[in-house]
């Protein structure tokens, strides 16, 4: 049996943790400072093998070297994103398999919030870094709107008990965003409220199930009438695919922001 853990980070960052019950054995997904790691490590006696990255930007990787300073291990991750030590390079299709915690992670490749993110799924569960958020999606840095589009399609094909495990708590204020996009949801309202009630008491709302963020995550609702109708009340203009309404709902979020 697999127990994910959360190692929080910065303000608002997860590091996830994969641990392999009745065993010492732990494998880090984007370690962006090493010291919560360190002193999680220090606290448990656990032994890290190996480290996944998503994607290269500085709150999922600036840990790296310090992580491996003390425990060498291997660390996977997308090509051409130009991240330090990295010594597995993993594409679409590759497993990355974790011996000595009896798993496997397949990898998907995700682009849109950077040229080269990937995600790993393993057994029900979705590590997918900054690509969908619980109640959003990550912001097009480098890819493209057709890119982001397509990534969010690939997860959204998952299988609906798919456990989100993202990097950031952000579910509260991009259930704001996702009310002016469908204030009348019933779904959402719900969440809205389950959402304020774990938050109150510094309760994680990651992970969260794959069917619940079809029902009320608006990126994920892009080729549904009621949200392209609301993108084009937003565009004052005709829409005339799913890639248009995520595109400008998209746009819509980051003016807001």
Known sequence: MINIF??????????????????PYVAIVDPGDAQPVLD??????????????????RDHTGGIKQLLERYPMPVYGPPNEGIADLSNVVVEGDQVSLQKLGCELDVIEVPGHTRGHVAYYMNGALFCGDTLFTGGCGRLFEGTPE?????????????????????????QDNLIFAKVVEPDNPDL?????????????????????????????????????????????????????????????????????
Not at 11 to 19: G, S, T
Not at 154 to 166: D, E, F, G, M
């Open 40 to 57: 999680m490590l220090d606290r448990t006696g656990y032994q890290p093998l190996a480290i996944l990255i998503t994607h290269h930007h």
């Open 6 to 23: 959360p190692v929080p980070a910065f303000k608002d960052n997860y590091i996830w943790i994969l641990h392999r019950q009745e065993t």
């Open 189 to 257: 309202q719900t969440r809205i409220e389950d959402t304020q009630r774990l938050r109150l008491i510094n309760q994680p709302t990651v992970p969260a199930p794959l069917s619940l963020e079809m029902a009320t995550n608006p990126f994920l609702r892009c080729d549904l009438p009621n949200v392209t109708e609301a993108a084009e009340k937003f565009a004052l203009k005709s829409l005339n695919s799913g890639v248009d309404t995520f595109s400008t709902v998209r746009y819509w979020k980051d003016t807001l922001d």
């Open 147 to 171: 890119q982001m589009y397509q990534s969010l399609k690939k997860i959204a094909a998952l299988p609906a008990s798919t456990q989100v495990y993202c990097a950031h708590e952000y579910t």
